[in-house]
C-alpha cells in the first residue's frame, strides 16, 4: 500500500530553533507539495515541485523557509529561525501531475512553536 | 480569482442515511478538476473524489458520489448510506488547467449519529 510518510510527526520546539520536515513522496510519483494547514488560514499551498526542480513558491516566506528535493525519494522543509505563528500542520503530497489528478497526502507534522 | 466556497460549517447525519456536502467555486477557466478529501479527527487527508470539468457523467465511488453542476458551479459531495467512521472534516478543492495547484474550501464538519 504505497503511502506518503512524513517525519517527525510531531514537533515541539522554542523559537528561534530551526525546525526540519521531511517528506517520502510514493515511489515514481514525481510531483511533490508543501501545504501548512491552520485554524485561521485553512490549506495553503507553500511550494511545489516537479521532477525535483522547484515550479513555485510564491507561498511560502521566503526569509525563513526554504523546501529542497535533494533527491527523488526525499523532500525537505525548513524554518530557520521560526516562530510562534508558524505553528501548524504541515503536509507533504505528491502525484503524478501533468494531467494526472490527484494528490495523495501525508499524514503531517504538527509544529509547535514556544 | 479562483474560489472555493463551503458553505455548511457542520452538518449533522443519522446513520444509514445520505447527506449532501455543499461546494461552490468560482474560476474564469474551461478547464478544471474538483476534489473532495476527507480529515478525519487523526488528520491525515484522504482523498475520495474527483471531478474533470469536461466530464460528461458525475464522478463516483463506492459510497460518495460528486453532485456536479457545471452552470450553478457547484461540485456536492453526495454520501449515501452514511456510517459512524465518515464523521470528519471534508474539503472541497480545486485545480485549474495548467496547474497543480489545489485551492481548498474552509472545510464541512460532519458529525454522524446512531
Known amino acids: 500500500d504505497a503511502r506518503v510518510t512524513q517525519t517527525p510527526r510531531d514537533k515541539v520546539t522554542e523559537m528561534g530553533q530551526e525546525v526540519t520536515m521531511r517528506c517520502q513522496p510514493i515511489l515514481g510519483h514525481n510531483t511533490v507539495f508543501w501545504y501548512r494547514q491552520t485554524m485561521m488560514q485553512g490549506l495553503e499551498l507553500l511550494a511545489y515541485?516537479?521532477?525535483?526542480?522547484?515550479?513555485?513558491d510564491s507561498g511560502m516566506p521566503k526569509d525563513r523557509f526554504s523546501a529542497e528535493m535533494p533527491d527523488a525519494t526525499l523532500a525537505t522543509l525548513k524554518i530557520q529561525p521560526s516562530e510562534p505563528r508558524d505553528s501548524a500542520v504541515y503536509f507533504c503530497?505528491?502525484?503524478?501531475?501533468?494531467?494526472?489528478?490527484?494528490?495523495?497526502f501525508g499524514p503531517g507534522t504538527r509544529l509547535l512553536v514556544l | 480569482a479562483q474560489k472555493i466556497t463551503q458553505t455548511q460549517p457542520g452538518m449533522f447525519v443519522q446513520e444509514k442515511e445520505a447527506v449532501t456536502l455543499d461546494c461552490t467555486y468560482d474560476?474564469?477557466?474551461?478547464?478544471?478538476?474538483l476534489f473532495w478529501y476527507k480529515q478525519p479527527s487523526s488528520g491525515e487527508m484522504i482523498f475520495l473524489i474527483y471531478q474533470g470539468s469536461y466530464d460528461q457523467q458525475n464522478a463516483t465511488e463506492g459510497r460518495y458520489s460528486l453532485n456536479f453542476q457545471k452552470a450553478r458551479k457547484s461540485a456536492n459531495l453526495v454520501i449515501s448510506a452514511s456510517q459512524l467512521g465518515d464523521s470528519a472534516m471534508y474539503f472541497c478543492?480545486?485545480?485549474?488547467?495548467?496547474?497543480?495547484?489545489?485551492?481548498f474550501g474552509t472545510g464541512t464538519r460532519l458529525q454522524v449519529f446512531p
Open positions: 503530497a505528491s502525484g503524478l501531475g501533468a494531467g494526472q489528478e490527484t494528490q495523495y
Open positions: 515541485f516537479r521532477n525535483r526542480a522547484p515550479l513555485d
Open positions: 478543492a480545486m485545480r485549474e488547467y495548467n496547474t497543480d495547484k489545489l485551492i
Open positions: 474560476t474564469s477557466d474551461p478547464s478544471y478538476g
